[in-house]
């Protein structure tokens, strides 16, 4: 039987999962261009990795928010909302970082994106009992 959290996260977790995949893409795309070209200045940000982590803030804000909606009795209902805010400020760093490429500051970004992504992705993990 699935929880009133489960199936508030499952259309959710397809739409970041497939926003995540097309950021993948982007990003793999967009790194063969430069070491085709030899670009190495500037941000190491296309226009489709753009898209991409704006379609993965819009879609984690929008579960945050139907979580949030949620009874403050469900189960895990803070540990989801907790675990969505990590993700987004993890791909709001990685997205500083990436315009910030060869920077301490694009550094120190991709450090702060790293450590809040896997918060983020273990948070949800540890949600599963109540899914």
């Known amino acids: 039987m699935t929880t009133t959290l489960g199936r508030t996260l499952a259309a959710h977790q397809r739409k970041i999962a497939a926003d995540t995949a097309a950021l993948a893409r982007a990003t793999q795309s ?25 379609r993965l803030g819009d879609d984690i804000a929008t579960a945050r928010r139907r979580v949030r909606a949620l009874p403050r009795d469900t189960p895990g209902r803070s540990r989801a909302y907790a675990a969505l805010g990590a993700l987004a400020d993890g791909y709001a760093a990685l997205e500083e970082s990436l315009q910030a490429m060869g920077t301490q500051q694009g550094i120190d970004a991709a450090a702060s994106a790293a450590e809040r992504l896997e918060t983020g992705s273990e948070q949800l993990a540890s949600l599963r009992r109540f899914l």
Do not use: Q
């Open 30 to 54: 967009y790194a063969d261009v430069t070491v085709n070209t030899g670009r190495t200045d500037g941000p190491f940000l296309s226009s489709r990795m753009r898209a991409a982590l704006e």
